[in-house]
Every structure is written in C-alpha cells, then in structure tokens.
C-alpha cells in the first residue's frame, strides 16, 4: 500500500459518485467530505467521466452534487480547467492536451474508414444495436443490452485488428471508439504529470470497464471501487491491493476515503 496520502482523487461519474436506483440526498455526506478534504486538506478532486462537458455538468445539477471539483476530465481523454473568477464559462479546455487528442482521433478514423463502414454493415445487418453519431462521425454503439455489447465486442477483432491505433471504451451498454494512446488512465497521468503529482499521491475510484485503464499503479496507487462495481474491476483492485467497498456507488467511495483520511491517520 502506498505510504502518502492523496493529493488529487480522480472518480467516475456514474455508478461510482452515483446510482441511477438511489436519491441524490443518499450521496450527501461525499459532497461533504469532498469539500472538507479540499478545504481542510487541500486535496484536488477530478471527475473522470466518460460523459461529455455538457452532460457532465447537468449531472452535477441533477445529483446535488454541492462540492466543486477541480477539474473535469471528460469523454475519457478531454481535461477541462476551472476558469478565473468572473470568466464566462465555469470550464475552460485545456487546449494542448485535448487538440492533440483530437487530431489523433480524426487521424484514427480517417485512416480506419474502410473497417468502419464494415463495422457499420455488420451492425445494421446482424445485430439490434444502434450506431452512435457525432456530427455526423460513426463514434460508438449503443447495444440493447449488456450481453448483445459483450457478443460485439467478441466479433470487433475480426474488423479492426490490422489497425495497431484502435481500441474502444465500454460502460454498460455504451461503446465509444478511441485511440488507443487516450483513455481515463492517459489523461489522469497528464493530469498529474500537470500537478507534479506521482502516482503514490493519487487516488481514483471506478466501477466499469472504461474505469479499469486508471485502476492501475501506473496512474494511482490508492484504488477504490463500490460494491456496484463489476466483477472485472474487482479483480484488478484485488490484484493491486486496492480498497473494494460495501456501499454502493458514491456511499462506498466515502467509506473507503474515510478508510484512507482517517482510519490510517488514527
């Protein structure tokens, strides 16, 4: 177990700070202990979420999430930085990291064009799934369920194996195409090479597929996962001696906090 305390924690959205099945006023007590340990421990708290800018900011609004993080770190890979006092967004993007990411992903996609459009084919054809557009870009699948995502995935490699570059996200029924350089892993060890943050002083929380590339040492060496979390997540904490919790989603990540701020401090 590392040695030093977190300096900057890094949590998913959903299924980690919340539950779709409970009432925001269930998570209370973790806004309040987030905004103690940024007040009284100047600890840094980071959303890692795979919802974009907008989605995640009225996700704040619809959970009653009182304590403000200090960065948001959307779509897997985007940093976002909070604004001056008086600016006219609260977020601003942090335009080096997040235009290379963006750029390497057209790149991706202009260069994997052909086993797109047969990936395309093959899910109109031989699943219920639905392809997932922006702005006109085949990014991702929306699956009916999770078993018919799981099937997908099993048949991905026989599409996109000759393509080094590809990888994917997965989250329940949601699958997001990336680059393999960019993930929740990549951007909190951009995020904490920012900070002059080692791992050792990095704590993250996650309870799904996409949450597994920042479960690792590499990024933080302080891991929690809900009891909500997948089978799969479990095993990685058990394997990197991380903390799995019995509270669900947000209530979990506040008993295993508490199990790192003050039972060890005690």
Known sequence: MPSSLPKLISTDFDGTLVH???????????????????????????????????????????????????????????IHLPAEEGAPSAWIPHLAWNERCQEDHLALEEKITPQLDSFHRFLEQETTANPVFEEGRFVGI???????????????????????????????????????????????????????????????AGDNFNDLA?????????????ENAI?????????????????IAGQGVLEALKTIFVTKQA
């Open 231 to 247: 089978p799969e997540v479990k095993e990685a904490l058990r394997k990197h001696r991380g903390i799995i919790a019995e509270g």
């Open 214 to 226: 920042m479960l690792e040492p590499t990024a933080a060496e302080h891991l929690i996962a809900p």
């Open 142 to 204: 929306e699956a009916s369920t999770e078993q018919e995502l799981a099937q997908i995935v099993l048949r991905m490699d026989d599409f996109f194996s000759s393509s080094a570059d590809f990888s994917y996200q997965r989250n329940g029924i949601y699958l997001r195409f990336c680059h393999v350089n960019y993930h929740k892993g990549a951007v909190l060890r951009e995020l904490s090479r920012m900070l002059s943050l080692s791992p050792s002083e990095v704590c993250a």
């Open 20 to 78: 779709h099945d409970h009432d925001p006023e269930d998570f209370q007590p973790l806004w309040d202990f987030f905004s103690y340990l940024q007040k009284e421990h100047g600890v840094l708290w980071a959303i890692n979420t795979g919802r974009d800018l907008d989605f995640t900011l009225y996700g704040l609004e619809e959970y009653q999430i009182s304590a403000k993080p200090d960065f948001l770190l959307t779509m897997e890979r985007e």
